[in-house]
């Protein structure tokens, strides 16, 4: 899979993709990223990439053309331009190109993980006030964004779009389970039930929060490490991980109740846990 970083700060990225699984990655050649520099297609002395917005209003926006230039030096045409391939040349299937925006859908884990199925993506970093949106019209299959919150650009942005979907990529986790039975990990429906029906993943709600991890020494600071983790019972583990799941999900991201696959058991644990 090839990601390309459209930005007007192409040193941001120097040293970034150096550590981790994904510096492993890129020298397994699992990933490749390319980053090009948008004031490369300005034709100014000054190498202008931004305007003021027509109506007036704070701050600068990044003008069309240099944006443009940047995606057709990529191969990438216009929306209405792109031909869908054939079955049997799916790898030559244009690139997804991806504008980071603080008015974007919301980026998860269902996302990162359809990104991951694709041979390209490009992502353009957006910067002052925004983009001029006759890009996004023009040439944008999504545009997206990692929280609500505004950062100073979207290199940032980029950087947790590119982490996050190449973990997902075949090969790149030591583990391939690792990428499914985590926080935000695939749905119920995908994971197979173990004893008494609790699920083998301690995430199969369709992306609950995870539960605490304790490792050595079994009492650190005056606290011991629950008992159940130390008696060797599996399905009584699975049991208090999965309140414990459920527990920190009712406090820190209540949402994520709203469309989990909850069993009936689940739900007396939640009632019991809220009657607390």
């Known amino acids: 899979m090839r990601f390309e970083i459209v930005t007007i700060f192409p040193g941001f990225f120097t040293n970034i993709f150096d550590n981790g699984i994904l510096r492993r990655a890129l020298a397994e050649e699992l ?156 749905a119920d429906a995908e994971i197979t039930a173990g004893e008494e029906g609790i699920p083998r993943s301690q995430h199969g709600a369709g992306g609950l929060l995870d539960y605490p991890h304790y490792t050595r020494p079994a009492e650190f600071g005056g606290l011991r490490v629950p008992e159940t983790l130390l008696n060797g019972d599996h399905a009584g583990i699975r049991r208090w991980r999965r309140e414990q799941q459920l527990r920190k999900t009712l406090a820190n991201r209540p949402d994520l109740l709203e469309g989990a696959a909850l069993s009936d058991e689940d739900r007396k644990i939640l009632d019991a846990i809220r009657s607390e």
Do not use: W
């Open 31 to 186: 990933v490749s990223i390319g980053v090009h520099d948008l004031r490369t297609f300005t034709h100014d002395r000054h190498r202008t990439v931004d305007d003021r917005p027509f109506g007036g209003g704070e701050g600068m926006v990044l003008k069309p053309e240099p944006l443009a230039e940047a995606l057709a030096s990529l191969g990438v045409l216009p929306k209405t331009q792109r031909h869908e391939p054939a079955a049997a040349q799916a790898a030559s299937a244009p690139p997804q190109v991806v504008l980071l925006s603080a008015q974007g859908r919301p980026f998860n884990q269902a996302m990162a993980r359809e990104l991951a199925t694709l041979g390209r993506v490009v992502l353009i970093c957006g910067r002052y006030e925004g983009v001029d949106e006759r890009i996004n019209e023009l040439y944008c299959d999504i545009e997206l964004s990692i929280g609500d919150y505004v950062l100073s650009g979207g290199e940032l942005a980029a950087a947790v779009v590119v982490d996050a979907t190449m973990r997902l990529i075949p090969g790149v986790l030591g583990n391939e389970a690792s990428g499914e039975f985590e926080s935000f990990g695939v």
